[in-house]
């Protein structure tokens, strides 16, 4: 017998999710299910290794307990469509926002960067609750260098070198340069 429990997430990241019980046994089998798109319910595991791997985050996000937490995640993006990189920021910022959780998170996803910054932008998170420290080599060492943002999400203080390797590279595909 095959049992159904539907949960409608208010979050991006899905749109739905289902346990499929196999049996009625706790210690029986299940499967779940999630809608990303429009379209019927995949297992977890056929919808992408990050999605899976970022099940652990959702759930310790879903805590219902009082108390803000502070979350310690290191390249939480790891194997997500960009989309899903940004959703899973999305998720984070509602979690500041609606449980006053924090977050160190190491990424280097420039879509995480950007959707903490269009929040900002946007008013959903403060200017000066965002910090973003950016590891910049330096001969044989690293500097550590914190950029601020302004109320409009445009990071401040941004040493030459950042981002620099992205635009060399859009020099190159559009024929400015050839090194």
Not at 139 to 166: E, W
């Amino acid at each position: 017998m095959t049992t159904w429990w539907t949960l409608v997430s208010n979050r991006a990241f899905f749109r739905t999710y289902k346990v499929k019980r196999h049996g009625k046994q706790m210690s029986d089998p299940f499967q779940i299910q999630v809608k990303v798109r429009s379209g019927s319910h995949a297992n977890i595991m056929d919808v992408g290794y990050g999605v899976s791997q970022s099940l652990p985050i959702l759930v310790d996000l879903m805590d219902d307990s009082k108390r803000p937490q502070t979350f310690l995640l290191q390249q939480p993006e790891v194997h997500l469509h960009p989309r899903g990189q940004a959703e899973l920021a999305s998720l984070f910022i509602q979690s500041c926002k609606e449980r006053r959780n924090r977050f160190l998170i190491e990424t280097h996803s420039d879509h995480v960067v950007d959707r903490v910054r269009i929040s900002v932008r946007r008013g959903d998170l403060k200017h000066e609750d965002v910090s973003v420290l950016y590891f910049e080599p330096d001969r044989n060492s690293v500097r550590i260098r914190n950029l601020s943002l302004d109320k409009q999400g445009n990071l401040r203080d941004v040493p030459a070198g950042y981002r620099d390797f992205f635009l060399r590279e859009t020099d190159r595909l559009l024929g400015f340069r050839d090194d």
